[in-house]
């Protein structure tokens, strides 16, 4: 029987990595193949025009087996792009694609947009009496559509693309409670969870909260954002203590971890010295 085999394109504000995994027993795996590239510019302005060029590289690089039909292709965007929201619903339709619709049209006037500008996934996160929580996760429409047409311009056909976040919480701790702050040069991100009933695992309150970074964003007001943001999910879960893993680069792992520390809310730091996955790596073995 053949090893199952994935590809990862983790897409950054101006460039990309990529890899090829073979899945092995027990989590393991082995890399394949990996790349990192620079785009032509910003890949998220300009009608997103350097996207085509940027694939073209991949598919010379990669070898021509991490484009084949039986491997599981998954492309990851900067979290910054994409939004997250919890809604409540009364009257939430049996028929998905009636949900689908509802859900979107609520989406679109939140944010006050036209519907057909936004792409969501959703799912039911539980049901509270009368409601209905669902978890809503969107993106540009245009922006979508034109990662998905470069990557099929080049052999590329992801059966998901999410930001790199959603990926990233597959790989996130048993910890009942717990909560992930990771950041690269081009943004940070916090990923929170609790597991409401500690026999069901689905039965789960997450948060993704993201920011662009640059060379002039301070680490005190992240780590300030980040403290706020723990302190108000541990308090709205009723988690009575968060597990938080820092993948971070100093100095901003250092201030997060001063002012963590000073926290009132019960918190358990760990700084992970092996960090993630990699950007690529943890997408491709993202769950489909």
């Known amino acids: 029987m053949m090893a199952k085999r994935r590809l990862g394109i983790f897409l950054g504000r101006a460039g990309a990595e990529a890899a090829f995994v073979e899945l092995r027993r027990r989590g393991a795996y082995k890399v394949l193949a990996s790349v990192r590239l ?18 073209r590289q991949l598919a010379k690089k990669l070898p021509h087996e991490a484009r ?44 006050r947009k036209p519907p057909e500008s936004l792409a969501c996934a959703s799912q039911v996160e539980r049901v509270e009496g009368e409601e209905t929580r669902v978890l809503v996760r969107m993106v540009d429409r245009v922006l979508l559509d034109s990662v998905t ?18 990926f990233a919480m597959n790989q996130a701790t048993k910890a009942q409670a717990g909560a992930r702050i990771w950041a690269n040069d081009d943004w940070w991100a916090l990923m929170c969870w609790a597991r409401l009933q500690p026999e069901d695992p689905s039965e789960c ?13 301070s680490p005190g007001s992240v780590a300030d954002k980040v403290s706020r943001i723990v302190k108000s999910f541990t308090l709205s879960s009723g988690a009575e203590r968060l597990s ?3 993948d971070l680069p100093e100095p901003l792992a250092d201030t997060v971890r001063g002012i963590l520390g000073r926290s009132e809310t019960p918190l358990v730091l760990d700084d992970m ?14 769950t489909s």
Request: glycine share 10%.
């Open 38 to 55: 620079e785009a032509d510019g910003p890949l998220w302005t300009d009608e997103y025009k350097c996207l085509k060029p940027l694939f």
């Open 68 to 111: 084949r039909a039986d491997v599981c292709q998954h492309i990851s965007l900067p979290d910054p792009l994409v939004s997250e929201d919890r809604l409540g619903f009364r009257d939430l339709p049996d028929s998905s694609g009636e949900a689908r619709d509802l859900i979107l049209w609520r989406v679109a006037r939140e944010l």
């Open 149 to 166: 047409d470069a990557a099929a311009a080049y052999g590329f056909f992801a059966s998901r693309i999410d930001g790199w976040s959603g």
């Open 205 to 217: 309150e997450t948060l993704v909260h993201a920011e662009w970074r640059d060379a002039e964003t």
């Open 244 to 246: 938080v893993d820092l």
């Open 273 to 286: 010295s092996a960090g993630l996955a990699g950007g690529a790596t943890c997408v491709a073995l993202g």
